[in-house]
């Protein structure tokens, strides 16, 4: 297949690019700033020569967004709201202007616009879209907004020819240096990967393979559109997410964290607590009625996999079969 990634030279584009491509397929990526082969560059706002490349396609995957590994200051989460729209309504209008339009369009969303919870899981159906909630800063809210706009900007796409999917993706794990994995691992074996204002909020994540297999998954299955849930399974407690990364690479102690050193550590990575704080209880329902089977389900066995796979990176020696771990909260 050809496959078109807008937005595709960060993490999860770096992923998919390299497993994409190594099963065979035609792998472009549009970005600002193309410095390999069959990268194109785009502005992510207006349609181009870049165009193209889409008529024609087979799938696109469009990944593209501001990052939201900063301080969610106005400035910034008006950049998360313009970048995420306005690479929507011009990959549909792309799309819509194919003679040969992609049978296909997965548009990145994320699990950000559930409601922060912890008293169930938030799957497709049943899930409760955040919004203004008690207790909750009103720039979370603002970062629900952007998840639906950005999931609406692709509805509203006249795309009559090209099935489309939202993918509601939680955090993807891999061993790739300057990932979300890679923060989380640093920080445990800093002795820094303890409970944050109690440990009490959800964690829902995915391994980079499912996320790529499910990617495979939903663009052979000619049924399923609108939005889909990436999550593992097994959504845990932050508390017992860290843990069980602290075992897989040997680190006993977890110093604890307040509300207030969380924010000074956001503010020191030049992040938010959002990342940190938000309770994210999110499960694959769609995924799983459909017959997708999750390679890694469950965040022990899943965090073993990626530390082998970090230590096989940097040569260093395997971990033990058991770590002891000490919980200091």
């Excluded at 049943?126 to 800063?137: C, D, K, L, M, S």
């Excluded at 604890?256 to 000074?264: I, L, Q, R, S, V």
Aim: positive net charge.
């Amino acid at each position: 297949m050809k496959v078109v990634i807008p937005g595709g030279t960060g993490q999860v584009g770096t992923v998919l690019n390299r497993a994409l491509s190594a099963a065979g397929h035609e792998v472009v990526v549009l970005t600002r700033r193309p410095v390999r082969d069959r990268e194109v560059c785009w502005d992510g706002a207006t349609l181009g020569p870049w165009a193209e490349e889409i008529d024609g396609s087979d799938v696109v995957i469009n990944l593209a967004g501001r990052s939201v590994s900063c301080r969610y200051t106005p400035v910034n989460l008006r950049a998360m709201m313009d970048s995420r729209v306005d690479s929507a309504r011009v990959v549909g209008e792309a799309i819509g202007g194919a003679a040969r339009p992609p049978r296909v369009w997965l548009q990145m969303s994320t699990a950000t616009v559930y409601a922060h919870r912890f008293d169930a899981p938030n799957d497709e159906a049943t899930g409760v879209i955040g919004g203004a909630e008690p207790g909750v800063p009103g720039y979370w809210a603002y970062s629900v907004e952007i998840a639906k706009a950005w999931e609406r900007a692709q509805e509203r796409a006249e795309t009559p020819g090209t099935r489309k999917v939202a993918l509601r993706s939680a955090m993807v794990m891999s061993p790739d240096r300057g990932g979300v994995f890679d923060v989380l691992l640093w920080l445990a074996r800093l002795g820094l990967g303890g409970p944050v204002a109690g440990g009490a909020q959800y964690v829902s994540w995915i391994h980079h393979r499912d996320f790529v297999r499910a990617i495979e998954f939903l663009a052979a299955r000619d049924d399923i559109s609108g939005p889909v849930n990436l999550a593992a399974p097994g959504p845990l407690p932050q508390r017992a997410f860290m843990r069980a990364l602290r075992v897989a690479w040997g680190v006993p102690v977890g110093l604890p964290a307040t509300k207030g050193m969380a924010e000074f550590g956001a503010l020191a990575l030049r992040s938010d607590t959002e990342l940190l704080l938000k309770s994210r209880r999110v499960v694959p329902g769609r995924l799983l009625e459909a017959g997708f089977a999750f390679d890694h389900v469950q965040w022990p066995e899943a965090a073993d996999d990626l530390v082998r796979r970090v230590r096989r990176r940097r040569g260093g020696p395997e971990p033990d079969a058991i770590g002891r771990d000490v919980d200091c909260s």
